[in-house]
């Protein structure tokens, strides 16, 4: 009976109101824990898992990494005009297509990883090897498809985050929030990278239009890596064995390294010629030149990073054989 009567009185007594979660500036404002500042760290272009700790996740933040360097080796030897570049690009068709598979049972993850997969591998490839063998109309199809594609993934993937966020008035989950920016920042490039291809290759477009676009876009990118590399410094000083730091100054040297290349394309294309990169420019104004510094100096953590994870890797499977 005692039972009984505590029962009711827990029923009969009211319950607190209940506290409304934070909105998404509150999260994005406001992050007040290490923990915090994990879950809202943008993935940005690649995959990785939930499970803070696990093993798949230090193997997704691997493969990450290395997927990334793969990349920025691309685009050094592509800003000076080597056919060296088709040897990382080898690489990043495979990473990139890796990521597509492990993502198949996660279906925002899958999204994300899609359309890197259509911006990267389907359009930035193909922009490559025309560069170098000249352009097809098939490929400049082809590649207009796919950034249209990654495109239009990124933009479903912010309309399935935003219909609920709409509804409960702007509350949000942490994770949501990290989708977001991912999905902002996947678009954002593949937009860039459209309007670079069709500044070049596409005579119908105007080039006036394509600049507009080149510095609205540019800025947005700017900021995403700026507030990611805040985000991994802060992440870093209450966890100093992070490797974050390392792999979110990589991605800001490459952004601003590529808004480099391309403003001296456009702006001073007279002097743009690649030339020996381990002896100072004829021309001050030859931004090929100081953007494959600037991504260069950028990535060096990383690619230190890299080594050394590759080395110890060979180490423990020399122990283990």
Not at 117 to 133: E, K, P, R, T
Request: glycine residues 4%.
């Amino acid at each position: 009976m005692s039972g009984e009567r505590d029962a009711g009185d827990a029923a009969a007594t009211p319950k607190p109101p209940r506290t409304p979660d934070k909105t998404l500036v509150q999260r994005l404002a406001q992050p007040k824990t290490a923990d915090e500042l994990v879950a809202l760290v943008p993935k940005t272009i690649l995959l990785t898992e939930h499970a803070e700790g696990a093993s798949a996740m230090a193997r997704a933040e691997v493969w990450d990494h290395f997927s990334v360097m793969f990349w920025i080796a691309n685009d050094c030897c592509w800003s000076q005009e080597t056919r060296w570049v088709f040897v990382p690009m080898a690489f990043v068709v495979v990473f990139f297509s890796h990521n597509v598979w492990a993502s198949r049972n996660d279906a925002s993850e899958f999204r994300h990883a899609l359309a890197v997969f259509f911006w990267l591998v389907g359009a930035n490839s193909c922009w490559v090897w025309m560069d170098f063998y000249g352009s097809v109309h098939a490929l400049e199809v082809w590649c207009v498809i796919c950034f249209a594609t990654s495109i239009l993934i990124e933009t479903a993937q912010l309309t399935v985050l935003a219909v609920p966020a709409v509804k409960n008035a702007g509350e949000v989950d942490t994770q949501d929030v990290t989708d977001a920016f991912q999905a902002i920042a996947i678009l954002s490039w593949a937009a860039h990278d459209l309007t670079v291809f069709s500044y070049y290759n596409l005579s119908s477009v105007s080039q006036d239009y394509c600049r507009v676009a080149w510095w609205i876009l540019g800025a947005v990118i700017v900021f995403q890596v700026s507030y990611y590399l805040y985000l991994q410094i802060k992440i870093y000083r209450t966890r100093p064995a992070s490797s974050g730091v390392d792999y979110a100054l990589a991605l800001f040297a490459w952004s601003i390294g590529c808004i480099f290349w391309e403003f001296g394309d456009f702006y001073a294309t007279d002097h743009q010629e690649p030339e020996p990169v381990f002896r100072p420019p004829r021309h001050v104004d030859n931004f090929r030149w100081w953007s494959f510094w600037i991504i260069v100096v950028g990535a060096l953590p990383l690619a230190v990073w890299c080594v050394r994870h590759s080395l110890n890797l060979m180490a423990w499977s020399k122990k283990n054989r």
